[in-house]
């Protein structure tokens, strides 16, 4: 089955910052790849998501990228501000015809004043 | 739209009892997934339904865990007997119509505590 793996388990940046999460996949028929966000004491929350025919998609302050021959991903998320500190976590999905997601094991961000 | 409805929010009880978690998808959503969340494992899926019937359960860690979807409406997760190891936020998730590469909306999620 699909294995995500995501790194950093931690990332402190100071407000202002960039930060970037990157996921790696195993299963090569994965095509879809959401990313969640999940604040403290809450449910996880889509805030962007890129299909295989895509390499790169952006949304305001937050960019996702897509590697399909190394099988990677990654989040950017610039100019960052307190309220963007939770733990994120990134996801694939192939066609199984049932939306089923693996997630990676999350990052917590914490963006300091 | 109301969302993804779960109950209880907090259920706290004792080992051996039995616990039955509920979960109310959005309204026209064809499949409903049940994760388990903790701190050591992450989000695990344990069982997905696609118009009512199960699809694979095979994320189910054992037999004292069963999951029913009587109708498109109302999803149960049972456990019992239920053990500490149980303990964890159990969330329910939906997706809007059949097909691959939809996203999942989650409810708020039960924090389940066996003492």
């Known amino acids: 089955g699909e294995n995500v793996e995501q790194h950093p388990s931690t990332l402190s940046v100071q407000e202002g910052d960039s930060a970037v999460i990157k996921c790696t996949y195993s299963d090569s028929a994965s095509n879809y790849f959401p990313w969640y966000k999940q604040e403290l004491g809450k449910r996880p929350q889509l805030i962007i998501d890129i299909r295989s025919n895509v390499g790169e998609k952006k949304d305001q302050r937050i960019a996702v990228t897509l590697n399909k021959t190394a099988k990677h991903f990654s989040l950017h998320i610039t100019e960052t501000q307190p309220e963007d500190s939770a733990v994120y976590f990134c996801?694939?999905?192939?066609?199984?015809?049932?939306?089923?997601?693996?997630f990676g094991k999350g990052t917590m961000l914490l963006v300091s004043p | 739209d109301a969302g993804v409805i779960q109950s209880p929010r907090h259920e706290v009880t004792e080992m051996g009892q039995e616990v039955t978690l509920r979960c109310k998808p959005i309204s026209g959503h064809n499949s409903l997934f049940w994760y388990r969340q903790t701190m050591m494992r992450g989000l695990e899926l344990l069982i997905y339904f696609n118009n009512n019937v199960p699809i694979d359960d095979s994320g189910m860690p054992e037999d004292r865990f069963s999951a029913k979807m009587p109708n498109a409406s109302f999803s149960t997760l049972k456990i019992q007997p239920s053990e500490p190891r149980d303990s964890a936020v159990y969330f329910c998730?939906?997706?809007?119509?059949?097909?691959?590469?939809?996203?999942?909306?989650f409810g708020d999620g039960t924090r389940l505590s066996i003492l």
């Open positions: 996801a694939a999905s192939w066609d199984s015809g049932y939306s089923t997601l693996t």
């Open positions: 998730a939906s997706t809007p119509r059949e097909g691959s590469n939809q996203p999942q909306h």
